[in-house]
Structure formats: C-alpha cells, structure tokens
C-alpha cells in the first residue's frame, strides 16, 4: 500500500463547475499536507497547504483534512480550462531532522469548454 | 531568487554510461531532496538531506544510484552504470528553515537508450 493514495483520474468536469479531488494516506504521523499542481512537462508548484483538522480556503481553492478518517482533499470552484493539471497530495512527516514528503501518483483534472 | 536550479534540463546517454544531475537548493533552505518521477510509479522520494547531511536514503533504488552535498548550495545524483530502466524526470526540491512547503526545481528528463 502506498503512503499517499489518489485516484489517477482523469477526472473530467465542465467549465465553471467544482472539481472535488480526494486523497487518502495510511500513516498517522503525518502532520501536514499539501496539494500541488504540475502542468505536463512542468515542475510541481505548491497550491495548499493544511495543518489542521477542517477547511481552508484562498481564493477559488479549499482544502479539507480529516485526521480521523485519513483523508484530504481539493475543491476548485469555478473550474478553468487552465486547472487542467495533474494535482499531487502530499503528507509530510516530522520527526527531530527527519521531515519525510511522500506523495500521491497524482490526479489528473480535465476542465472541458 | 532564482528558485532551485537543476543542469542538465535534459540528458541523453547510452546504457552503462555514468550519469551526473546536479541541483543548487535556494539560497538559505536547509532541507534538499531528490525525486524521481514515472508515469508508473508517480513521483517516488529517493533522498533527502538536512544540512547537508544525509538523513534517509531508503528510496535509492539499488547500489547503482548516489548523492552527495559536499556544501550548502550544490548536490548530486549520480547513475553508474546507467541502465534503460532509470529513464524518468529526476526532480530535486529544497525547504527552508521552519517553513514546511518544498520548492521543486524544473527537472532533469534522463533517457537511457
């Protein structure tokens, strides 16, 4: 079983729409999480970032955690034709020098016109 | 600043050949990290460093694969000898003090033919 596991997708939803992408990881020590978007042949860049139980939001992103159900996820309102991406989840694990980041195999989002 | 800094962008070599991926973290950040990413297996966590010490090396897939970072600002993965396998986009990220998010560099595309 992977650390961090998400659908590959691709997950397809029209223009305008909410993209809900969904993450679940198996270790409990992870303490902080993140979602990044790579573009195809792009580097990862970092969209949201979660420490605590609950929502955050900024802008038209809101990530959820649930620590108890192991569970993150992405929600993109008023989807775009350019959140067409693939979207990494990521839990990081702090321990002394130890800060291990282990990611998802991605989903990938396809916003259609 | 000019964000993490991998060379080459791209690489091709013939199998049995050495190869070199350098990385420059951003200046101040004391975390590094190498990753490489397939389509298969996503993006897999190889080795990471903390102050320029090694802290945990058990994503280096077999003997043929090594990391230095003989100083704060430089490191490298080597290949030898390089086999078809190890064709993938190789990424190396740096954190800073602190602070919890990665920044990924653009990427070495490695072929072995």
């Known amino acids: 079983q992977k650390e961090v596991e998400q659908n590959s997708g691709p997950l397809s939803v029209p223009e305008g729409a909410i993209a809900s992408l969904n993450c679940t990881y198996s270790d409990r020590g992870s303490q902080s999480f993140f979602w990044y978007r790579q573009y195809s042949g792009k580097s990862p860049e970092l969209i949201m970032s979660?420490?605590?139980?609950g929502d955050k939001e900024d802008g038209r992103f809101t990530a959820q955690l649930n620590k108890a159900s192991q569970y993150v996820s992405l929600l993109i309102r008023d989807s775009q034709p350019s959140d067409s991406a693939t979207y990494l989840c990521?839990?990081?694990?702090?321990?002394?020098?130890?800060?291990?980041?282990?990611f998802g195999t991605g989903t990938r989002l396809q916003v259609t016109l | 600043d000019a964000g993490v800094i991998q060379s080459p962008r791209h690489e091709v070599t013939e199998m049995g050949q050495e190869v070199t991926l350098r990385c420059k973290p951003i200046?101040?950040?004391?975390?590094l990290f190498w990753y490489r990413q397939t389509m298969m297996r996503g993006l897999e966590l190889l080795i990471y460093?903390?102050?320029?010490?090694?802290?945990?090396d058990s994503g280096m897939p077999e003997d043929r694969f090594s990391a230095k970072m003989p100083n704060a600002s430089f490191s490298t993965l080597k290949i030898q000898p390089s086999e078809p396998r190890d064709s993938a986009v190789y990424f190396c990220?740096?954190?800073?003090?602190?602070?919890?998010?990665?920044?990924f560099g653009q990427g070495t595309r490695l072929t072995v033919v």
């Open positions: 460093f903390n102050n320029n010490v090694p802290i945990d």
């Open positions: 990220a740096s954190r800073g003090v602190g602070a919890t998010e990665a920044f």
């Open positions: 979660i420490y605590s139980n």
């Open positions: 200046s101040g950040h004391d975390y």
């Open positions: 990521a839990g990081a694990i702090y321990t002394g020098t130890a800060s291990k980041l282990t």
